[in-house]
């Protein structure tokens, strides 16, 4: 036993902090990461050659050169309205979470706000957010306003029907031993239902991680002056395609360098889901 | 020896239980009396479905009997679960996954309120007891069925219970870790002068660790044979080995069975089938 003890003690991984190894863990094996990669460079590669070939026209797909060099012209532009767009997108991302969250605390204490709030959150879910954009830029202007309100529609739900689950989640046995303690409601929402239903609650974060930034951009080609959104649609009426591609480009970036974050928090929040060592014998 | 008063002991007076479902009444439970004084050990044994962890949940008031009276440490099972005189340990280990094994074992102390420094030395110390000690920065998934009960056990110690409920503690757990974790158990017992319900479906658990064995029969649950283990509480493992084991093995199988020779397979597996 005590050398068994040992080997719980050392596999904090190579120095590293526990959380960060167990992140690392969760990350695919190098082989895993190789071969995505080479079929990655070979798209690349076929896409370059099709392109500058001239078996596509460069209006209708402009070759993967064509859009490393239109960010190295509008690189700065680029830049500066990725910020904006990510301020947007990453504002709805956490006040929309936060409702869905609370909303959902609050339905699974209150029978009757359920029973009246929760029907009227699947009907807003249902109105197409998009084609209110319009006038939702005349309730609250050209700003980032629209934009964040728009980013927080789409996001609540997913966490208000995913953390509802996951309060719920807890398992019938545990919430005996609770009650046998006598524990209190608070204790046994903080010490039970809030762990069990972090699973459930990273799910609706990585959901919302990129449908955050596809949120905010879509808002954006109503009405902005700003953005990426307002980018693609600037860039597109001037036909300068190899610039639109290389917004689309950040902007992927940008929402998978959010998800990651996401799968990293998750690793750091949660080390019982990722930490799956053989049991221990007796 | 501790000293006998029914005061401190639990007891179950002419405890039954129907349960309604529309026009289907069900008898689960029907005159139930045992009388366990403090410091006792008893079992409750008998097939699936005698009642006999219905008794035990009516003990820990997770459900209400429809008729009698239980009583543990003199007062009903409500107010000894608000003074958490007695701790449940049930089948399955009920770990927190996302608590380390030393997490876990104060859960108890952190419901009560008990202080951090204070929590942590008694967890350590019922983790030491229970043999667990190496395996405080475990998660419960890293650990063997039997590892995880130990965890739960200490859990329901860190509280000093006066009563333990125990409710097939060891029922998941493969033969040979089950005979070990028995005895175990037993050493456990003798540190903590504890009363102990145990409801079980093994015979030799039940002599291991019992003063007395209540024997259940099903439809309706009620108790139809007591057997006094006379061992005292200064066991061993060698217990197993004494002619008197298996005089008492042979006593409670006759009484779960009926007699040797005319045991009837056709009854007892009827019994098997009959549901919670």
Known sequence: MALQSETFAKSGSFGLPAWLGAGLAAMPRPRAIIAPILVFILVIGLWQFITEAGYISPLILPSPTAILNAFAIDGGTILYNTAFTTIEALTGFVLGNLLGFLLAVVFLYSEWSRRTVYPLAMAAQAVPIVAVAPALIIWFGNGMAPKIFVTIFLVFFPMLVNALRGLKSADAEVMELLYTLSATRRQQLWMVRLPASIPFLFNALKLSACACFVAAIVAEWIAADRGLGHLIVLYGSQYRMPQVWAVVLVGTIVSMLVYGLVVLAEARVAPWLVSRKRPASE | ???????????????????????????????????????????????????????????????????????????????????????????????????????????????????????????????????????????????????????????????????????????????????????????????TSATLLLVTHSISEAIILSDTVAVMSPRPGRISHRVEIGFGHDRTADMRDDPQFAAYEAELRHALHGPAPTARPAVHTASTYATA
Do not use: H
């Not at chain 2, 179950?12 to 349960?19: F, L, P, S």
């Not at chain 2, 997770?62 to 679960?81: D, F, Q």
């Not at chain 2, 997490?103 to 202080?115: F, K, P, S």
């Open chain 2, 1 to 191: 020896m501790v000293a006998i008063s029914s005061e401190g002991g639990m007891s179950i007076r002419d405890v039954g239980m129907v349960y309604r479902r529309g026009e289907q009444v069900t008898t689960a439970l029907v005159g139930c009396n045992l009388e366990i004084p403090a410091g006792n050990w008893a079992s409750l044994i008998g097939a699936s479905g005698c009642g006999k962890s219905t008794l035990l949940r009516i003990l820990a008031d997770i459900v209400k009997p429809t008729s009698g009276t239980a009583l543990i440490g003199g007062v009903s099972p409500a107010e000894a679960r608000a003074a958490r005189t007695y701790a449940l340990v049930s089948q399955q280990s009920t770990m927190l996954p996302w608590r380390k094994i030393l997490a876990n074992v104060e859960l108890g102390l952190e419901v009560a309120g008990v202080d951090k420094a204070d929590r942590r030395r008694r967890a350590e110390e019922a983790i030491e007891l229970v043999g667990l000690k190496g395996f405080e920065q475990a998660f419960p998934s890293e650990l063997s069925g039997g590892m995880r009960q130990r965890a739960a056990i200490a859990r329901a110690l860190t509280l000093k219970p006066r009563f333990l409920l125990m409710d097939e503690p060891f029922g998941a757990l493969d033969e040979i870790t089950r005979e070990k974790l028995n005895f175990e158990l037993l050493r456990i017992l003798k540190e």
